[in-house]
Every structure is written in structure tokens, then in C-alpha cells.
């Protein structure tokens, strides 16, 4: 496989995807645009939830059995914010805690969210672009039955239960996508949207103005991999949320949601199809390294044949 | 033992005497005053390592193998700052960072030093007044043979290598002691000194306005616990310093340095007095709370003694 490719992703579930095609392609020829819309202060550090999901996982760091955070990370800081009657709803490992210092430190003198997300992947010896979709500030905002709630209030604090009326996007109408972002999308030879949440990790990336018109003016076919498995969410809230929204929780609903842009859907074996959008299928479930290079090359292979 | 007692300390050694004292004395008879000349950003993160020294000691906390830091620490943060290319001259211990986030989280939103202080010590149950000298920016500064150096590069980067030349406190001239420090001082029954060092743990605190003042008029006695065992110092550089600032290294040079408002010397055992101030004798060396609580109680009856 050679050629430039793009992947719009979220957090843990599109990381997957963006391994996966990491592991296949050569060096130095796939960008992965993030979701920054989870971004939030923190005991005044400035948390990127998705960026440093992918990177740990890109780099072999990421806590399989957790399923979120660093492999081996401990807990002392935790453990002394409690003694000290900070607040614990989100938890940030020891380990996590130095991308979050250093961001912080960048940022304060000046460096951008991009620049600084670059400096780590090189740090760590990746060998693809990581880029957040903007350096300004963009954050997530969940309508629930409890009222309006950040992201991660609703995601982590609340785990999900607050029922969602609407998901909305501060920032976004203002907000300028990072330098690189439009031209990654236009210059692919595909670009791939990773199965993450459609409309809480994959519409803050689409709310940044340019992104949209960029992905259904582009060169090369733009194909998703579906969220659902067996018509269900394989984790998180999407189905939760797709229900909440009055959604039909179907492939067709994902394709519907994509349509102004998407060229072909992969769906899960013989989960029904979209009526919006062509699709391919393959197993799409994502245990482990061969599994994400079997949904990889499916959509690769997929973008092949759209591209002909 | 009753009355109000009032403790001027820097780190480490300073710690064990205020620990000495917290033992022996009712609860919220102490004021500890300490010295902020070491306070520093690192990591953009505010640092207040003789304030946090103190808290882990007297709360049981502090790792009695390092001698600083806290008990049971993990490294995790550090590790991962490594790994980043990040500068890892300054060990920050995971449970350490817990004390620098939400005191940085505090300072920014516009709590005072002395608040967060006094906030921590209440989290982990002491009753007594950690107080910082000020709560205005005084950084230590070393003129050496390589040049001005801030306090923390050359006491842990340099490891106290470079020749001193002077000592200064950046910011002192205008700084105004913390809410507090001036009463604890005047309205104490003793005034206690601990074997911090004089030039780099003490000044720092008496180059305050106020407080050098408050000391010549304040009612009860000053005395002073040297920091010298056998005519050297315990630990850190104190003899080293003496030497390269051309002084002798003798109690007669401790005495002379606070000459204008102490009342009475500590010296240890048998070692040569002082020609400047009248002295009394204990065994001075601090190696474990029951040392603490016999060199507290010989400050504490000398301090009786010369109020009569």
C-alpha cells in the first residue's frame, strides 16, 4: 500500500483503526486529524484525551486492560490530590501526568497545541503526522435531561447517564483548522473516518469550518468504518446517544450522517447495509494488532477500488 | 510546656526541630515561619520545597531514606518527562506533583501562599501554622565563581559545587511579610531559630522588612539552635558556604550572625561556645523523633530560663 492517507478519529476505538493502517503503510504517509472537542483544564493543565490516547497507542503505551491511559501507570498523584480534598472524578495516571505538565508549559509560552503534539510523536519515534483539528479552543457540550454538560462532566463524572438532547460545539463557528488539516484531506489518496462516535468525536472535527467543504471537495474517495457491530455499539455510548437523538441505530443512520461527503461505509460482516452509501464488509471488531490491520487493509483495499 | 511558640525554619534540619516542637507542645501553640528564598517554577508548575518539606514531616510523610520527598513515592512522572526530552535536572516525585498542581491551580486563581499553606496543613490534620515569610516573589540568588545562579540550580543542578561568592533575595526589598508573621514573632513567648543554614535558609526570612526588626523587640527570648555538630555542619553545604564566604567556622560565627536580636545559643555538647551570645549545651544531632523532642525540649527550657 503506498500513497498519502488521512484518518479523522476520536479516542480509544478510532486509535485502533489509525494503528492499524499505521502498521501498514510506509513511514511518513498518513496524517490522523483528532478530535480536540475533549480538551478541558484540569487542575489548570490542559488535558487532549484523544490526542494522547492515539499517541499512546501508536507507541505501544496504552493500557490494554484499562483500556484508557498508560500501561504500568501508577497512581501516587491521585492518591495525594484525595488527601489534600482535591476532586477525583477524573483521574490522571502519574505517568499521563508529564504530557500534561508539558503541554501546559508549551502552551503558556506561546507554542501551539499542533506544535506541541508533533514535538511528543517525535519524541516518541512515530512516524506520522498527529494533528489536533484546531489549536483554538473548540469544546464539546452535551444538552442532557440535567442541563448542559462539558464533555468529559457528561463522558467521565457522569458516565454517560444523563440522557442527550443535543451535542453542540463551543468555539467551532470561530475556530481555524491547524495548519495542515485542509490540505492532508484535499491531497489524500483517501480519507478514512475511524469508527468512532459519529456525533461526539467525529462532528467536533467536522465543526471546524473549511473541514467539511475540504472532504467533499477532495481528490480521493472519503470511507468510514462503521461504529456498530451487530447493530450495537462495540463501546461508549453511541448506540445510548443514536437512541436519545430519536436515531434508527443502523449502518443506515452512519452513512445518512456522512452523506455530503462519504463514498463507501465498511460495515460489520453481514450487519445490514446503508441505503445513503455504498459499502464493503469485513469483521470489524478490533481485539487486537491483527485485527486492526485486517480493518485497515479492508478499507484501504476498499479505497482502491472507490478510486479506480 | 504551654505558651506560643514561634519557629523561623528553611528545609530539612529546620524540619526536625519544628517536628521536635510540634511534639512536645499543646496543639495550635506553634507558628512555624518558613522560608519561600528556595521557591521556584519548574515544569511552570510553583514549587515551595521548604514549606512542602515541612508539611511531609510533621505529617509523617517525608521519605527518611532520601531525606527529602515523601514516603513510598513513585517516579512515574518523571519518567514519562524523560521520555519526552523534557528536563529532568529537578526530581519531581509522582505524590509530590499533587502539593505543585493545586498549589499552582490556587495561585493562579488569586489564593495567597499562606492560604494554600495554611489549607494543606488543615488537609492533613495539623494543628499548628505553617506560615511562608511572605507571599511575594523573594527568590534566593548565588553569586559563585560560575557566575549568579538561582538557588534550586545551584543547591540540586550543582550540587552546592560552585564557590560562593555572596547570597542575595531577589524581590526582598519589597516584599511585605505574610499575614501573620509579624504577631507570631512579638507576641511569642520564644522565638525559636532552627539549624537551618544561616546564609541561605535564615536570611532569606530576615531579609523581609519587619521581620529582622520584629525580632530585636519582640518580648520573649530568641534563640538559635547551631547548625554546627563537632565544629561541622550536619548536612548541605553550611561549612563549605562559611569557608568560601571567608568566615570561621565556629558557634562564635553563628552567634555574631544574629547577633542583634538573639538572646541564647544551642550549642552542641562540648563544642566551643560562643564569644557573642550566651549559650547552652545538648546533644544538637536530630537522627530520630526522639532527638527531635530532646533538643525542642532544651530550646524550650533554655528559652523559660532566659525569660525569667
Known amino acids: 500500500m503506498s500513497g498519502r492517507y488521512t484518518v479523522l478519529t476520536g479516542g480509544v476505538g478510532g486509535a485502533k483503526l489509525v494503528d492499524g493502517l499505521y502498521r501498514l503503510l510506509p513511514a511518513n504517509s498518513l496524517t490522523a486529524i483528532v478530535n480536540a472537542g475533549d480538551d478541558f483544564r484540569h487542575f489548570g493543565l490542559p488535558i487532549s484525551p484523544d490526542i494522547d490516547t492515539l499517541l499512546y497507542t501508536l507507541s505501544g503505551k496504552s493500557n490494554q486492560k484499562l483500556g484508557w491511559g498508560r500501561e504500568g501507570e501508577t497512581w501516587s498523584f491521585m492518591e495525594a490530590v484525595r488527601s489534600l480534598g482535591g476532586e477525583d472524578w477524573f483521574n490522571l495516571g502519574d505517568g499521563d501526568l508529564a504530557l500534561h505538565v508539558m503541554r501546559g508549559m508549551a502552551l503558556d509560552a506561546g507554542e501551539t497545541l499542533s506544535a506541541v503534539t508533533a514535538r511528543f510523536a517525535a519524541a516518541w519515534g512515530l512516524a506520522l503526522n498527529v494533528v ?28 454517560c447517564q444523563p440522557k442527550v438532547k443535543s451535542v453542540s460545539f463551543d468555539g467551532a463557528a470561530t475556530a481555524r483548522p491547524a495548519p ?85 461505509l465498511i460495515v460489520h460482516n453481514d450487519d445490514p447495509a446503508s441505503d445513503s452509501v455504498a459499502v464493503a464488509r469485513t469483521d470489524t471488531m478490533m481485539r487486537n494488532p491483527t485485527d486492526r490491520e485486517r480493518v485497515a487493509r479492508a478499507a484501504l483495499e476498499y479505497a482502491k477500488k472507490l478510486r479506480k
Chains 1, 2 share one sequence.
Open 132 to 159: 489536533p483539528m484546531t489549536n483554538d479552543a473548540v469544546a464539546t457540550w452535551v444538552e442532557s435531561d440535567e442541563g448542559p454538560l462539558p464533555f468529559q462532566r457528561y463522558f467521565v463524572e457522569r458516565q
Open 180 to 264: 495542515g488539516v485542509i490540505e492532508a484531506i484535499r491531497s489524500a489518496d483517501a480519507v478514512l473516518i475511524a469508527p468512532s462516535n459519529p456525533w461526539l468525536s467525529v462532528d467536533p472535527i467536522l465543526a471546524v469550518p473549511g473541514i467539511r467543504a475540504a472532504l467533499a471537495d477532495c481528490a480521493g474517495p472519503v470511507i468510514a468504518v462503521s461504529p456498530l457491530v451487530d447493530g450495537k455499539a462495540v463501546k461508549g455510548p453511541t448506540a445510548k446517544l443514536m437512541s436519545e437523538l430519536g436515531l434508527a441505530i443502523s449502518n443506515d443512520t452512519i452513512g445518512g450522517h456522512y452523506a455530503d461527503f462519504l463514498n463507501g
